[in-house]
């Protein structure tokens, strides 16, 4: 069976630190993965998905940027964390070959202060 | 723009009652529909999913689409406290989903 991983779970970070968060899935092949956020009573806002190793595709313009340096493997980073990146950040994965369905991990929540 | 509307509520039930909850989307071209539920402080988990027109039955919850209407909704049978969540519907585009931004349902005991 499948299985999503993120880590950490919480995160505390201060104004203009960097940020690595990362997602791994086990048990699947060549996933679609995906970053999402989610602030407080808030909607998912999609923030990047990937359908191969290298290939990103950006949803919205921000000062976060993510990588997908091997098949299972997506990372979330920034150079330079704002007030306004506190929030719960969630990766899924998806398979090419149903329909569209994802599985979230977790997910990490992120205060800056 | 693609857009999934729901109501944000709450809506309340009564334990045992069935809960009805609706979604509306824009999108034309979206073939597939999801429902995902989420506890607060916790991620979405998928529970039903909607490929076709008509009723799509698992245990308590049946999943309805009229593609024609652009209408997606949940049942949820013989309601359970534990059933009290935030409920997401989403609709599939190309690789990625559409998500609305969901309806809180409480159910008291």
């Known amino acids: 069976s499948q299985t999503i991983h993120q880590w950490p779970a919480t995160l505390v970070q201060p104004v203009g630190s960097p940020l690595s968060l990362e997602c791994t899935v086990e048990g699947t092949s060549n996933p679609n993965l995906y970053w999402y956020r989610q602030a407080a009573g808030r909607g998912l806002q999609l923030l990047f998905y990937s359908v191969g190793i290298g290939q990103i595709s950006s949803e919205v313009p921000q000062n976060l940027s993510a990588s997908r340096p091997q098949d299972r493997q997506f990372i979330l980073s920034s150079k330079k964390l704002l007030l306004s990146d506190s929030s719960f950040y969630l990766c899924?994965?998806?398979?090419?070959?149903?329909?569209?369905?994802?599985?979230f991990g977790p997910g990490t929540r992120l205060t800056v202060l | 723009q693609k857009e999934v509307e729901q109501n944000s509520g709450p809506l309340s039930v009564p334990e045992g009652a069935i809960a009805s909850l609706n979604c509306t989307y824009s999108d034309r071209g979206s073939q597939s529909f999801f429902w995902y539920r989420q506890y607060s402080g916790k991620s979405p988990e998928l529970i039903m999913s909607?490929?076709?027109?008509g009723d799509k039955e698992d245990g308590r919850f049946t999943a309805q689409l009229n593609k024609a209407s652009q209408y997606v909704s949940l049942l949820i049978r013989d309601s359970q406290p534990s059933d009290s969540a935030t409920y997401l519907c989403?609709?599939?585009?190309?690789?990625?989903?559409?998500f609305g931004k969901g309806t809180m349902l409480l159910v008291s005991p």
């Open positions: 899924a994965w998806g398979s090419r070959f149903s329909y569209n369905e994802q599985f």
């Open positions: 989403a609709g599939s585009g190309y690789s990625t989903l559409t």
């Open positions: 909607i490929y076709s027109n």
